[in-house]
């Protein structure tokens, strides 16, 4: 798989971290087993016993630590075994690989490269559940498909204007016209105007109203888009530039949307959505909800039947138009990153 290691990944919502019950994910082929110690504190291990390599998800918490529930071996969260039942010794290999994580925006977020690395301030400022400003509906959908195609979908909007004709009432301008596109350290931002427009059934206006929505997707595949609906010629008064939100006369909603890959031909996507409290209730953040689970299932659909041929395609080749612009942006940033991972590894070795 090519894909960042040094970058955080969502395993979860906060929520899913039952007390005392470890939780399995697999991000990145690699296994793992996260549980939440007695202090609230979030540990990450991999999923398989130094011992017989059963799987500490299926383990029992006791204090901060984790107890693989076959022959009982206890593990520190750092991953070092400190009881052996029957034994005495421990011997120094005796451990399993501990990994970074953070709790942050209602997702824990495990760092998948090297953990000397993991610097928290490369989290994504995604919007969390308890956000005094949005009002959020959330959720997380699997996939029978590669992460990376899931990616490139959240990078051409285009597809709105097909896929989402009926879910997000996306019109011809989607495919019609070009998103502005600014690189960014980690990721690419995505700027569009639609003038003159009633909007979508997500930004609906009873009058014409200038359109504006911004989303930055970053590394590993982190989406965060936001927008707003504006008096007609605020486009134009801005330069088709970012506008100040606080100014827009509605339709400002927030969505963080995450897509983390588990084995090579499977992936979790976790999404959340709703109104800021200035332009929305509780009812419209269900309403939404209601629109992105129709319009999430439109594309996975899509996605996973667009896997199945690429898998029975000998050599499958893409065909870039103008639209791919971000996507190739973007992938060709995750090479380069990737590809200087390796290096450094090689060179450290
Ligand atoms: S497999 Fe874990 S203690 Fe034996
Ligand atoms: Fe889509």
């Known amino acids: 798989m090519n894909y960042v290691r040094n970058a955080w990944y969502v395993a979860a919502w906060s929520e899913q971290i039952e007390d005392g019950k470890p939780f399995a994910i697999t991000i990145l082929d690699e296994p793992l087993a996260i549980f939440r110690g007695e202090s609230g504190r ?6 398989r016993c130094v011992h017989r390599l059963a799987p500490l998800s299926l383990g029992r918490c006791e204090g901060d630590r984790l107890r693989c529930m076959y022959h009982g071996l206890l593990f520190a969260a750092d991953g070092t075994v400190v009881e052996i039942p029957g034994q005495d010794q421990i011997p120094p290999q ?10 942050l925006h209602s997702w824990v977020w495990v760092w998948m490269g090297d953990p000397a690395l993991a610097d928290e301030a490369l989290i994504p400022p995604a919007v969390g559940l308890d956000h005094p400003d949005y009002i959020l509906g959330h959720g997380h959908l699997d996939y029978a498909a590669e992460a990376r ?8 909007f285009s597809h709105l204007t097909f896929v989402h004709a009926n879910s997000f009432g996306a019109g011809p301008e989607f495919a019609a016209t070009q998103a502005r596109i600014t690189p960014l350290d980690r990721g690419i931002r995505y700027e569009r105007w639609i003038e003159n427009s009633l909007g979508s059934s997500s930004r ?40 100040d939100l606080d100014e827009a006369k509605g339709g400002v909603t927030f969505t963080s949307q995450a897509v983390t890959p588990v ?43 667009q896997q199945k041929v690429i898998d029975r395609t000998p050599d499958p080749r893409v065909m870039p138009t103008a639209h791919d612009k971000g ?13 200087a991972e390796t290096e450094g590894n090689r060179n450290a070795a």
């Open 42 to 47: 979030l540990s990450a291990l991999e999923d």
């Open 327 to 339: 996507v190739t942006m973007f992938n060709r940033l995750v090479e380069r990153m990737a590809r």
């Open 204 to 243: 609906r206006s009873d009058v014409p109203m200038d359109s504006y929505m911004r989303y930055d997707f970053l590394i590993p595949g982190v989406l965060l888009m936001t927008g707003g609906i504006f008096p007609l010629g605020t486009a134009k008064a801005c330069a088709f530039g970012a506008p």
């Open 94 to 103: 005796a451990r399993v690989r501990a990994f970074p994580v953070v709790e």
């Open 149 to 156: 195609l899931i990616n490139d979908n959240l990078l051409d």
């Open 263 to 305: 084995t090579g031909k499977t992936s979790r996507y976790f999404f959340s959505w709703g109104p800021h409290r200035k332009h929305g209730d509780e009812a419209l953040r269900d309403m939404l909800m209601g629109i992105a689970g129709q319009a999430f299932d439109e594309d996975k659909v899509m996605i996973e039947a």
